[in-house]
């Protein structure tokens, strides 16, 4: 028996149990995230800002547009400017907050370059300090981590520019 090459019926189950399994950036666009656990830290008519729930330092944060597209060609200019603008508010907020020494902010763009989600494009903004770590998760964290999220989310939507 021949490997079949193209097997739509495969691609519609990936994509479904893709959906199954949930899209982070979709779930918090579509408000669907108990308040509780919710990442969301500011909402745009076209993209969203979310904290990361697997951080590479204290405040890293994550800019999607609401759409489920998985390139930046596919990106409109409406959702390019406002993820732009969020990435902006970003770095400002947590400069006024967290005065970290500089940030990393990239796209990563396909599971090879790191995506964890590779099918929804999002902006990574990271806060660095200096002599942190490499972008290694801070595994040390990881049971304290959800209450300093929380905490951090809080900060957050309560400083974010309101020019923005
Ligand atoms: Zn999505």
Not at 32 to 59: T, W
Not at 120 to 130: A, I, K, M, S
Request: with cysteine; charged share 25%.
């Amino acid at each position: 028996m021949t490997k079949p090459l193209w097997a739509p019926w495969r691609l519609e189950y990936i994509a479904q149990a893709d959906e199954l399994e949930g899209c982070v950036f979709c779930a918090e666009s579509k408000h669907q995230v108990p308040a509780a656990e919710c990442l969301r830290v500011r909402d745009g008519s076209a993209a969203i800002a979310l904290l990361n729930k697997y951080p590479y330092s204290s405040g890293h944060l994550m800019i999607a547009p609401r759409r489920h597209v998985g390139s930046l060609a596919e990106l409109t200019d409406e959702e390019a400017l406002e993820i732009h603008r969020l990435a902006v508010a970003s770095v400002d907020v947590l400069t006024r907050l967290y005065g970290p020494g500089g940030f990393n902010l990239g796209w990563n763009l396909g599971r090879v370059a790191g995506a964890g989600i590779a099918d929804h494009v999002h902006l990574h903004v990271v806060p660095r300090w200096g002599g942190d770590t490499n972008f290694m998760p801070v595994l040390a964290d990881v049971k304290v981590l959800p209450e300093h999220l929380l905490e951090t989310r809080d900060r957050l939507r309560e400083n974010w520019s309101a020019s923005d």
